[in-house]
């Protein structure tokens, strides 16, 4: 009598596409997940400092560090002040050396940015074509870098800053946290540290001093300038003088 030889059953193999498109769809969902975060998250911030003031910014921690890796002592000078407490001159020569169109463009100079491109292309070493609510996303939200990421960051908060803060409110968080000397932080530390005076008397001299040194405000000096400076400040209060009265 014959014996039938039955052929093992072989294991039925797993579908490897499957396993591939379950792991695609959790890549996916967990991007999409920290997009919504990131949207959510950026906007609450942005909404939170228009009425709140920025206790610090990326860039007082980073100078702490600088400092510390150099064994240099930390000096840190920040105190809020409501703009209605600044002087028009110290707004008008931000306008005057920073963002000529700073009231009327919607976050962007373009005209400014292609002479800069331009300008680098040639190899002259100049400044960029940052606005001032370009420079405030920067500070407030964001690190100091030239990367293509931190540029396109920067552009998103600027767009959020001008639609929900407004031109004076970015004005007032700008004039309160950029560097404007070695520690010194904001109008009021900067008045005090450079003539010793509050932020609502300076005259147009002084206010075009902090306004020439901000390239470089660890650098440069607003009292007893070099004539680099001196010749920056007289060329801020002649603009000054043309940019009439400010109204946000």
Excluded: C
């Excluded at 206790?55 to 409501?82: C, G, Q």
């Excluded at 396109?152 to 600027?158: D, P, S």
């Excluded at 004076?168 to 109008?187: C, F, K, P, T």
């Amino acid at each position: 009598m014959a014996t039938k030889i039955t052929p093992k059953k072989t294991a039925a193999k797993k579908p490897v596409k499957k396993k591939q498109g379950n792991f695609m769809s959790k890549v996916k969902w967990f991007l999409l997940k920290a997009l919504l975060w990131f949207f959510g998250l950026s906007i609450a911030s942005v909404v939170l400092f228009k009425f709140v003031p920025v206790p610090f910014t990326p860039l007082m921690v980073i100078r702490y560090f600088e400092n510390n890796a150099a064994d240099k002592e930390n000096h840190f000078s920040h105190n809020w002040e409501p703009i209605e407490k600044i002087s028009m001159n110290l707004q008008k020569a931000v306008i005057a050396s920073e963002d000529g169109t700073f009231l009327t463009h919607n976050g962007f100079d373009f005209i400014a940015m292609q002479k800069a491109y331009k300008s680098n292309e040639r190899g002259r070493k100049v400044r960029g074509g940052s606005t001032i609510s370009q420079q405030t996303a920067k500070n407030v939200f964001l690190w100091q870098g030239r990367s293509y990421l931190r540029k396109g960051l920067e552009a998103y908060f600027t767009v959020l800053i001008e639609l929900i803060w407004g031109k004076q409110r970015i004005m007032e968080v700008y004039l309160n946290s950029i560097e404007m000397g070695d520690g010194v932080y904001g109008a009021y530390a900067a008045t005090e540290h450079w003539y010793r005076r509050d932020a609502s008397s300076l005259t147009m001299q002084q206010a075009a001093g902090i306004a020439a040194i901000l390239p470089n405000p660890r650098k440069y000096k607003a009292t007893s300038s070099s004539s680099y400076i001196n010749n920056r400040k007289t060329k801020i209060v002649r603009i000054m003088r043309q940019i009439g009265k400010v109204e946000y």
